[in-house]
Nanobody
Framework: EVQLVESGGGVVQAGGSLRLSCAAS????????IGWFRQVPGKEREGVSC????????YYKEAVKGRFTISKDNAKNTIYLQMNSLKPEDTGVYYC??????????????WGTGTLVTVSS
């Protein structure tokens, strides 16, 4: 059973930083994509950043390029999202998700339960 456990959310002022973590277990795909998604009330879940297990696929939402960095610690089966220069529009519930295809979309195969990020102005 795939389990994805997010942590690191919280409240931060605009301009601040947060680092999200996603501890993954039970992934049996030989190759997969894992990443971060954001959802706010009334809007669809959107891909923020995704990376493949083989490092040949990397995606960033345009609005976070230059501010957010995704990384992996294969020994810990954990991915991170370093978020700098945060803006109020970055507020939302951040989910970790996995898919066997090289995509970063709202229909990923497996999802965590999310961690809330609130950026105050």
């Amino acid at each position: 059973e795939v389990q994805l456990v997010e942590s690191g959310g919280g409240v931060v002022q605009a301009g601040g930083s947060l680092r999200l973590s996603c501890a993954a277990s039970g992934i049996t795909y030989e190759n997969y994509v894992i990443g971060w998604f954001r959802q706010v009330p009334g809007k669809e879940r959107e891909g923020v950043s995704c990376i493949s297990s083989s490092d040949d696929y990397l995606y960033y939402k345009e609005a976070v390029k230059g501010r957010f960095t995704i990384s992996k610690d294969n020994a810990k089966n954990t991915i991170y999202l370093q978020m700098n220069s945060l803006k109020p529009e970055d507020t939302g519930v951040y989910y970790c998700a996995v898919d066997k295809l090289p995509v970063c979309v709202s229909t990923m195969d497996y999802w965590g339960t999310g961690t809330l990020v609130t950026v105050s102005s």
